[in-house]
Nanobody, 129 residues
């Protein structure tokens, strides 16, 4: 059973930066597809960034050029570096994992939450003006 634990959320002013971490455990190989999703109050959960075991990445259009997803395979940690944060980035951020990435990942798209089987508990990011 894959277990995911997020950390690094918090409050920041517009234009600021945060780095989220997701520590993964409970799996026997390094071939997981990892992703970050977010959900704002009253909105559906949406994909933010995905990284495959080969290092290929995909991003939501709204975060391209501002967010970077990275993985440290030695430590089984996936990071989401968020720069130039905007108030509209305010949401609960969730780490997700699956044995394979969504088919649309090859097209540079993050996929749907239903494409991922394992989820963390979430970490809150709040961006103020």
């Amino acid at each position: 059973q894959v277990q995911l634990v997020e950390s690094g959320g918090g409050s920041v002013q517009s234009g600021g930066s945060l780095r989220l971490s997701c520590a993964a455990s409970g799996y026997t190989d390094n071939n997981l597809c990892m992703g970050w999703f977010r959900q704002a109050p009253g909105k559906e959960r949406e994909g933010v960034a995905v990284i495959d075991s080969d290092g290929s990445t995909s991003y939501a259009d709204s975060v391209k050029g501002r967010f970077t997803i990275l993985q440290d395979n030695a430590k089984n940690i996936v990071y989401l570096e968020m720069n130039s944060l905007k108030p509209e980035d305010t949401a609960m951020y969730y780490c997700a994992a699956n044995s394979i990435c969504p088919v649309v990942h090859v097209l540079g798209m993050t996929g749907h939450p239903t494409d991922f089987a394992y989820w963390g508990q979430g970490t809150q990011v709040t961006v103020s003006l």
